[in-house]
């Protein structure tokens, strides 16, 4: 597999993202099938961990860390929410108010606590980068270096909910963050603009992409008329969403071997796959192979949810492919052909 750095950590290009107890539950996935998955991901070599934040998870990926001696080639990326306010409260999105020190430091000893590691290897703080200008954020970036002189904390990240805000590449100038969470996909590539000022830092910033498959929407399963489990979160996905969903696999389907199933679900997406002429050379089995590679290619590191273990190989022989042609990239993104450092 291709290999990224985090700060002083060597990190497989893929990796399990939002490991998360509860929405598996709710996709019919049981916790001791998340747990095998998890083991079969160490076996294998990946190496970057993405959790929820919530105690459950977290408790579970540090059993599992611990259990297969890993703790030495395997970060474990926790994550804090925001703290919400209390009721009654004005809900006001200032930094005082959301991420207060001492909340963070409750956070971090929290996860301590529920991973029973030694120290966080990266720990993930919701910034937005409107608090860059408070008068709190000296207080909280000196919380955190704290946190790192008592040896609670490897390295720390940052998640940014809104990557194409236009001040977000002030976060990355912050010599004190390692990496950067963002949601990016083929379908969804707002972050772009942030790589390259990710790059160019030194050290570099990684660039974690999370949601590399859409929520699952690139595997090509889920188009109209797809049956999801009752409590599936992605129930709630209109009929007029999920013909969106099955023309855009469409549009990609003629660069794969392998048509997804979501193309037959729509004639509009039908016809769309059978008019787009199909390269010289195809590079990728199917859909999910083509956006994983494109991830990697692009951002750096890839973040799909690996909750089973019928995820996992697909994923390994993504990371583990060479970078997708320069004729691919551009028939994708419609102009010259950029890659992820």
Same mark, same amino acid.
């Given at each position: 597999?291709r290999i990224?750095?985090?700060?002083?950590? /060597?990190v497989?290009?893929?990796?399990?993202?939002?490991v998360c107890?509860a929405?598996?539950?709710a &996709?019919?996935v049981?916790a001791r099938?998340?747990?095998?998955?998890?083991h079969?991901a160490?076996?294998?070599?990946?190496?970057?961990?993405?959790v929820?934040?919530?105690?459950?998870s977290e408790?579970?990926?540090?059993?599992?860390v611990?259990a297969?001696r890993?703790?030495?080639?395997?970060v474990?990326?926790?994550r804090?929410p925001?703290?919400a306010?209390r009721?009654?409260a004005?809900?006001?999105?200032?930094l005082?108010?959301r991420?207060?020190p001492p909340?963070?430091?409750h956070?971090?000893? /929290?996860?301590?606590r529920a991973?029973?590691l030694?120290a966080l290897p990266?720990?993930?703080?919701?910034?937005r980068?409107?608090?860059?200008a408070?008068p709190a954020?000296?207080?909280?970036?000196?919380?955190?270096a704290?946190l790192v002189?008592?040896g609670k904390?490897?390295?720390?990240?940052?998640?940014l909910?809104?990557?194409?805000?236009?001040a !977000?590449p002030a976060?990355?100038?912050?010599p004190?963050l390692a990496?950067?969470?963002v949601?990016?996909a083929?379908?969804?590539?707002?972050a772009e603009p942030?790589?390259a000022a990710a !790059?160019k830092?030194?050290?570099a910033v990684?660039?974690? !992409?999370?949601r590399p498959?859409a929520?699952?929407?690139l595997?090509?399963?889920i188009g109209?008329?797809?049956?999801?489990?009752p409590?599936d979160?992605?129930?709630e996905?209109e009929?007029a969403?999920?013909?969106?969903?099955?023309i855009?696999?469409?549009?990609?389907?003629a660069?794969?071997?392998? /048509?997804?199933?979501?193309?037959r679900?729509?004639?509009?997406a &039908?016809?769309?796959?059978?008019?787009?002429?199909?390269?010289?050379h195809v590079?990728?089995?199917?859909v999910a192979?083509?956006?994983l590679?494109?991830?990697i290619? &692009?951002?750096?590191?890839?973040?799909?949810?690996?909750?089973?273990r019928?995820h996992l190989?697909?994923?390994i022989?993504?990371?583990?492919?060479?970078?997708?042609?320069?004729a691919?990239?551009t028939?994708?993104?419609g102009?010259?052909?950029?890659?992820?450092?």
């Amino acid at each position: 597999m291709r290999i990224r750095r985090i700060g002083s950590h /060597a990190v497989t290009a893929i990796g399990s993202g939002d490991v998360c107890l509860a929405t598996s539950a709710a &996709r019919g996935v049981a916790a001791r099938d998340v747990e095998h998955a998890l083991h079969d991901a160490i076996a294998f070599g990946i190496t970057l961990f993405d959790v929820a934040a919530d105690a459950d998870s977290e408790r579970l990926v540090g059993e599992v860390v611990r259990a297969l001696r890993a703790r030495d080639r395997v970060v474990v990326a926790t994550r804090m929410p925001v703290l919400a306010p209390r009721p009654g409260a004005p809900n006001r999105d200032v930094l005082p108010d959301r991420l207060p020190p001492p909340y963070v430091q409750h956070r971090v000893e /929290a996860s301590l606590r529920a991973t029973r590691l030694e120290a966080l290897p990266l720990a993930q703080l919701p910034l937005r980068p409107a608090w860059l200008a408070s008068p709190a954020w000296p207080e909280l970036v000196g919380t955190c270096a704290r946190l790192v002189d008592e040896g609670k904390v490897i390295a720390w990240g940052a998640e940014l909910d809104e990557p194409g805000d236009d001040a !977000a590449p002030a976060l990355i100038a912050e010599p004190w963050l390692a990496a950067l969470a963002v949601t990016y996909a083929v379908c969804d590539r707002r972050a772009e603009p942030l790589f390259a000022a990710a !790059a160019k830092r030194e050290p570099a910033v990684a660039i974690l !992409a999370r949601r590399p498959l859409a929520g699952g929407a690139l595997t090509g399963r889920i188009g109209p008329g797809v049956a999801l489990p009752p409590r599936d979160d992605r129930n709630e996905l209109e009929p007029a969403m999920l013909e969106r969903i099955a023309i855009g696999v469409a549009r990609l389907a003629a660069l794969v071997k392998h /048509a997804a199933p979501a193309v037959r679900m729509s004639d509009a997406a &039908r016809q769309i796959a059978e008019a787009a002429p199909r390269p010289e050379h195809v590079e990728c089995n199917d859909v999910a192979e083509l956006a994983l590679r494109f991830a990697i290619d &692009r951002a750096g590191i890839a973040l799909p949810r690996l909750h089973r273990r019928d995820h996992l190989l697909p994923a390994i022989a993504a990371a583990s492919a060479p970078p997708l042609s320069d004729a691919v990239i551009t028939r994708i993104v419609g102009g010259p052909a950029e890659r992820a450092k």
